[in-house]
């Protein structure tokens, strides 16, 4: 089939029209890969969420320590006294996630601890992921979570 000139145009314009379609569809599907709930190994499980521009990871359920319950489980490790008060329950502890290539960029927070790091995620397949929360960009640790089914 033979084009003219305009017609060839036309073409050109749909084909970039929909490459970049399917470019931005493709990286939506790639974050939304990270979306869900995951198994902690402290144990407990966070979910993974838009939040703005961004992904967020809150708190929704937890092995509380002897004694407590999930909604009285309190933040009692954070650095900031007036922190210390909030639930455990509902808490984020990734934000501002965004993606850079094959991994995702943002902060990280361990209760446990009251440690707050820069984190990079790491999808591990469909049903793994791994996340490294460094201080001072030599100061890192792992640690691995699983996909709730």
């Known amino acids: 089939m033979e084009l003219k000139n305009g017609q060839r145009g036309q073409v050109l314009a749909a084909l970039c029209a929909v490459g970049m379609y399917l470019a931005l569809d493709a990286g939506t599907a790639r974050a939304a890969d990270l979306q869900g709930d995951w198994r902690t190994p402290y144990p407990g499980t966070v979910r993974i969420a838009p939040c703005g521009d961004a992904l967020c990871g809150h708190v929704i359920a937890f092995d509380p320590p002897a004694g407590m319950t999930q909604e009285s489980a309190r933040d009692v490790n954070n650095p900031d006294p007036d922190k210390r008060d909030r639930p455990i329950l509902g808490i984020e502890v990734l ?5 850079e290539g094959g991994t995702w960029r943002g902060r990280g927070y361990d209760p446990e601890r009251g440690i707050a790091a820069d984190a990079t995620v790491t999808l591990n397949g469909e049903d793994k992921l791994t996340i490294r ?7 890192c640790e792992n640690v691995n979570w699983t996909r709730v089914p």
Request: net charge positive; glycine share 16%.
């Open 95 to 99: 934000s501002g996630l965004k993606q």
């Open 133 to 139: 929360g460094c201080i001072l960009y030599v100061l």
